[in-house]
T-cell receptor, first 113, second 115 residues
Framework: DVKVTQSSRYLVKRTGEKVFLECVQD?????MFWYRQDPGLGLRLIYF???????EKGDIPEGYSVSREKKERFSLILESASTNQTSMYLC????????????FGPGTRLTVL | KQEVTQIPAALSVPEGENLVLNCSFT??????LQWFRQDPGKGLTSLLL?????REQTSGRLNASLDKSSGRSTLYIAASQPGDSATYLC??????????????FGKGTHLIIQP
């Protein structure tokens, strides 16, 4: 079974802090994704990575950056957290090729005060 | 831009009933479609994946169909149980080169199965 873990289930930060959210997968998947989920807006793609050190912007990259130094680990960085970044953050992974499912981690509920 | 709509937004039915959840998408040029369930405060669990060339997929009491030309998919749940209560999400993947390579999600159907 694919296992996707996220560093924290719940996180509370203050406005202006630098925030790191980490995601680790154990299935040697090339593709990793960060989404945020908000009531009424659903899930939206922030960034994705298709290989080590490679990254692509998703639909809402503003205010975020990412890092992928190792294949199994994909980090989402909020350089200066703001209250409108309070959300549920979900990491996902997918193998290469077109016929693979996307698997999600348990999510991190981030609150920015 | 691809848009995914799920109807109804919420559904409450007695235990034992068969039910259908609907998903529609605006651009029929999809690579595949995936159904997920999400329990409150949790991540997403993959239920079924249908490739663009397939018409349906089955897993236990779940059956998902795909009509790509009309931009529709349905998730059929047979003999519903209280444990099926969750939010069900539909998501489509566009072909490579069609934009950001993630999934485009509907907003989900919140399902309650009454004991």
């Amino acid at each position: 079974d694919v296992k996707v873990t996220q560093s924290s289930r719940y996180l509370v930060k203050r406005t202006g802090e630098k925030v790191f959210l980490e995601c680790v997968q154990d299935m040697d998947h090339e593709n990793m994704f960060w989404y945020r989920q908000d009531p009424g807006l659903g899930l939206r793609l922030i960034y994705f990575s298709y290989d080590v050190k490679m990254k692509e912007k998703g639909d809402i990259p503003e205010g975020y950056s990412v890092s992928r130094e190792k294949k199994e680990r994909f980090s989402l960085i909020l350089e200066s957290a703001s209250t409108n970044q309070t959300s549920m953050y979900l990491c996902a992974t997918r193998g290469s090729g077109g016929y693979n499912e996307q698997f999600f981690g348990p999510g991190t509920r981030l609150t920015v005060l | 831009k691809q848009e995914v709509t799920q109807i109804p937004a919420a559904l409450s039915v007695p235990e034992g009933e068969n039910l259908v959840l609907n998903c529609s998408f605006t651009d029929s040029a999809i690579y595949n479609l995936q159904w997920f369930r999400q329990d409150p405060g949790k991540g997403l669990t993959s239920l079924l994946l249908i490739q663009s060339s397939q018409r349906e997929q089955t897993s236990g009491r779940l059956n998902a169909s795909l009509d790509k030309s009309s931009g529709r998919s349905t998730l059929y749940i047979a003999a519903s149980q209280p444990g099926d209560s969750a939010t069900y999400l539909c998501a489509v993947r566009v072909p490579p080169g069609g934009g950001a390579d993630g999934l485009t999600f509907g907003k989900g159907t919140h399902l309650i199965i009454q004991p």
